[in-house]
């Protein structure tokens, strides 16, 4: 090997959820990229459930393809079913989730990142990180190789430390198959100053030619079939199928409490903190003991494949246990197990160690993403590894780090979350955790992002006319329905005095002010034939999304005006806390622990009062 390849600008250690969209977006940028994972098999596997997006996740996954990333396109491309959850609330939580068939997921992505310029591939286990002061320089290869980069972005997923667990029996693993990184995991925990313990698990996978499907209800997509890429397509589907419904009972919850001695999560041998949301099947027995049922979808893991995937009933439990409880339960009294449930406990970093552009605090250049941050689920991870990618990719050529605020993303609330509040037990994204939520919609990811993709040189030309087209048709829409007028004698036609009511006023009302009342909507002027019918249905339905909640958005500007001045007040890394006047010694405690990069980050750190922001803005303007 020559010395020029071994030099990059920007390394990527990891090729699953984080490190696909990092090595993707820090080519895409611009950057010479490599891109080091243990097995090139494994690039883009999913660990668990084979599913992307729903609540929260889905609105990760649209920012992430607004920027020009890749997810949303490979569920696009496997998908075996979508739906939209939350369809009849408002649009803000309105969701996709599509079910995917794994093995065309993962060859969809390999197939990007083997197309993707500047993008070299490079299969070994990284065992060390080359550093030089106070700064990377590179990795360290098990077969010795040495490459150096100006930036490194660490996407280790749940290797680090990694411990598989089944019943009380356990061993090193990274996940089922995989071999645990525990070189690098004895280097990050001298590198890092705050290192734990989390855990996750997986059920047991089932051979679906052993369950009787007469007897379970079918769940089957939407109709029309929901498409996830703004560039996406519902013809780049593969064939859809149903997924179905069963339920535990009071048997299964016996039995599962007879494995309660040898569970390693209630005998103390696992000690990582599991993801309250997504808890195992023992321990939802355990907590909510007076329920006597819990429901499970039987999800179908792909189309050449006969297992499934059976979403509830993670567990940990022996071996022995877990094939009594799952033939315990409607439809599965024969079932075999192709693959046994587990659980993993992970070394992760404490995420208050990270700067907002996910660079690590202890060592410039280095960028930390995905599962090690405290995170659990593939959209989370990739989210990261967007934003790292990017950031690593600007660092290398000098340039400041790109930061979406709260108000601006999603992406922007979990890196926010994450390194001003840290987390003790596995994070995961919901609609709740933003107070701007009605901005932040999956129908507008690409209004809030494209552009700025655009500027970093992350969105192609293909998106980019697409995303053009798709503004024109938005302002010629609204400015048709804005002109149209309807006369009173119009108004008072029997069809729209039958949605509307009798005309108010005898003044003349426009097609767009009828689209704003109550009883208005896009499909409502399409019946009373006020709307074209070759409007793209995205157009339509961001004019009607506009039109009825502009109150509220302009409320929610409003606020995000107000914090403005927050937002933009810097505090230097070596801001001196000791300096300001009237600071209790507590609060001056935690700002000098987090050190955050902003006002308004410090008002958000946990017993940071409003009264002490102001003293720090007081401060701030004092000093001019
Ligand atoms: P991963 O997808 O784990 O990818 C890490 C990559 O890094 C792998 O390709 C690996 O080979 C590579 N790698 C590691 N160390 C090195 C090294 N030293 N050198 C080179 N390459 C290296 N998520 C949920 O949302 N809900 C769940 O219930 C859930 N359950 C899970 C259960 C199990 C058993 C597991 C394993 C995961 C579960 N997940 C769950 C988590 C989900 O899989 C992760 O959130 C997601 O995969 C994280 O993506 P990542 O890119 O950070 O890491």
Redesign the pocket.
Known sequence: MSTSDLQFDVIV???????TEAALASARSGARTLL????IE?LG?M???PAIGGIGKGHLVREIDALGGLMAQAADHAGIQFRMLNASKGPAVRATRAQADRALYKAYVRSALENQPGLQLFQN??DDLIVDGTRVAGVVTRIGLRFTARAVVL?????LGGRVHVGLAHHPG??AG?AP?LP?AARLRELMPRTGRLK???PPRLDGRTIDWSVLQPQPGDTPTPVFSFIGDAAQHPRQVDCHITHTNEATHEIIRSGFDRSPMFTGVIEGIG?RY?PSVEDKVNRFADKSSHQIFLEPEGLSTHEIYPNGI?TSLPFDIQQRFVRSIKGLEHAQIVRPG?A?EYDYFDPRDLQRSLQTKAVQGLFFA???NGT???EE?AAQ?LLAGINASRYARGEAAWVPLRHEAYIGVLVDDLITLGTNEPY?MFTSRAEHRLLLREDNADLRLTPVGRDMGLVDERRWRHFSAKCDAIAAERSRLESHWLKPAELAAPEIVAVFGPAPTSNRVSALDLLRRPEGSYEVLRRLGLARDDVDAAAAEQVEIDVKYAGYVTRQQADIARAARYEQAPLPPDFDYAAVAGLSNEVRQKLLQHRPETLAQASRIAGVTPAAVSLLLVHLKKQG
Do not use: K, M, W
């Open positions: 250690i990891g090729g699953g959820h984080a490190g080091v994972s243990q097995s494994t596997q660990s668990c459930n286990e990284v996407t280790a997923g749940t290797f990274g996940r995989d990184s690098l996750t698990g997986t993801p997504c993670s587990y993993i995905g599962q090690i659990t689920g593939y991870a590894g995961r």
